[in-house]
């Protein structure tokens, strides 16, 4: 079965403090996988992909096809970063088609 | 550009009651997609379409239709509104990034 799952709702966490968003899948080919963000009142938009191996807004994420994860890791959290994540995976190369984890709530505090 | 543009912003209907939520993209993207977006649900696909006169289901088809005529516009009909359809609906377009619209937020009482 193709399954993203993001075990956690909410993360909360303080300024400055590193922050590590989970993200889980279950698939049988090679994934492609994404996070997206929406942050309040804006669209949903593409954060990174693992394919490009990129670093955006100070995130990054690794493919661990090991422990089939994608965790998505900030080691100094900012109060912008404050916003709902999504991970989502590809099936397959030639559609758009994504299936998307729960998502997780970042609360960062003051 | 516009982008994905999506009308309407909300909606209430009554239980049996039909609409059709419109999304339109001028981007030229073949693939577009229906999504409705529920609390600890995350976003789950309706329907989606490879282009124009291809449509085909996703996680979540019951309840809803769709069509695509052109390469721009992919309407979302819902035939007889039920309470469990409340939610915030998203469609979005593009092959290898996807490119979301605003939201239609949906009541059905």
């Known amino acids: 079965a193709q399954r993203v799952t993001q075990p956690e709702k909410l993360l909360s966490v303080f300024k400055g403090a590193p922050v590590e968003l989970k993200c889980n899948y279950s698939?049988?080919?090679?994934?492609?996988l994404f996070w997206y963000v929406q942050y309040s009142r804006q669209r949903l938009q593409l954060l990174l992909r693992h394919i490009s191996r990129e670093s955006i807004k100070g995130f990054t994420a690794d493919l661990n096809k090991g422990e089939t994860s994608f965790h998505l890791k900030k080691p100094f959290a900012q109060e912008e970063d404050s916003a709902m994540y999504y991970c989502?995976?590809?099936?397959?190369?030639?559609?758009?088609?994504?299936?998307f984890g729960q998502g997780t709530t970042l609360q960062v505090k003051p | 550009n516009a982008g994905v543009t999506q009308t309407p912003k909300f909606q209430v209907l009554k239980t049996g009651q039909s609409m059709t939520l419109q999304c339109a993209q001028d981007?030229?993207?073949?693939?577009m997609s229906w999504y409705r977006q529920d609390p600890g649900m995350g976003l789950r696909l309706i329907h989606y379409?490879?282009?124009?006169?291809?449509?085909d289901q996703g996680e979540v088809p019951n309840g809803y239709n769709v069509s695509r005529s052109t390469t721009e516009d992919f309407p979302l009909r819902l035939l007889s509104a039920a309470p469990s359809q409340t939610s915030v609906y998203f469609c979005a377009s593009g092959h290898y990034e996807q490119y979301f619209g605003p939201g239609t937020r949906l009541t059905v009482t």
């Open positions: 379409s490879v282009g124009a006169g291809i449509t």
């Open positions: 698939y049988s080919g090679s994934p492609e």
């Open positions: 981007m030229n993207h073949e693939y």
């Open positions: 989502a995976l590809r099936p397959l190369s030639n559609t758009g088609k994504l299936i």
